[in-house]
């Protein structure tokens, strides 16, 4: 069974034991999807509504690319334990001879890649949620601007925990350019959650 398949009681404990994984990233890519329920939650919640008739097409649009976000962030958990497992396999490989060692480091710095581009991805749709729930916030029900302000902080927190996972793999890559562009990548998502946090939070505090 995926790990995304099973229940909140069985996910959690299953994080809780002695089983490496579901780790950090598979926590965070599921606290990406929380955030993006979140957000979807305030959208339904407006869309129907006579007071908001004006903003029904967009709001279709940006609940739909939520669900999207929200799919592909439940896939992660199970792609971010398979990139582990590539890890733990290659440490696994045999290091008697020159030639081993070279190849089980090959292997190891291809696997790194592996483990730190799933967790960018985490975090970059955390970033396109932390987007929607802005946009939401703005045009939604104000009803719902506090289920919004907990889903942009928790795309948030999600992020920077996903960020961890994609900085501990990097030094196993041996790849100068791969670094440097996952670096410019999670600048590019910290900033936009940011300025997006600070966007839905300024909106509740004008209350």
Do not use: W
């Not at 890890?87 to 292997?107: F, H, V």
């Amino acid at each position: 069974m995926l790990l995304s398949d099973t229940s909140i009681t069985n996910f959690i404990e299953k994080l809780a034991s002695k089983s490496p994984t579901p780790g950090g990233g598979g926590a965070a890519a599921l606290a990406g999807a929380l955030a993006a329920a979140l957000a979807g939650m305030m959208a339904n919640l407006t869309l129907g509504k006579e007071k908001f008739v004006q903003v029904e097409q967009e709001m279709k649009l940006l609940e739909g690319e939520l669900a999207v976000a929200r799919a592909e962030l439940l896939k992660l958990i199970d792609e971010d334990a398979n990139a582990y497992q590539m890890i733990m396999d290659g440490y696994a490989l045999p290091k008697n001879t020159e030639q081993e060692k070279m190849l089980r480091s090959e292997y190891l710095a291809k696997a790194a890649q592996g483990a730190a581009l799933v967790p960018l991805k985490i975090c970059q749709h955390c970033a396109k949620v932390a987007e929607l729930t802005d946009r939401i916030a703005q045009i939604g029900n104000p009803g719902l601007l506090t289920d919004a302000g907990c889903g942009a902080i928790i795309a948030g927190a999600a992020l920077e925990s996903a960020e961890l996972n994609v900085l501990v793999n990097l030094p196993l890559t041996h790849n100068e350019a791969f670094v440097a562009d996952c670096q410019k990548q999670l600048a590019l998502c910290k900033a936009k959650v940011q300025n997006c946090k600070e966007t839905v939070l300024k909106l509740i505090n004008k209350r």
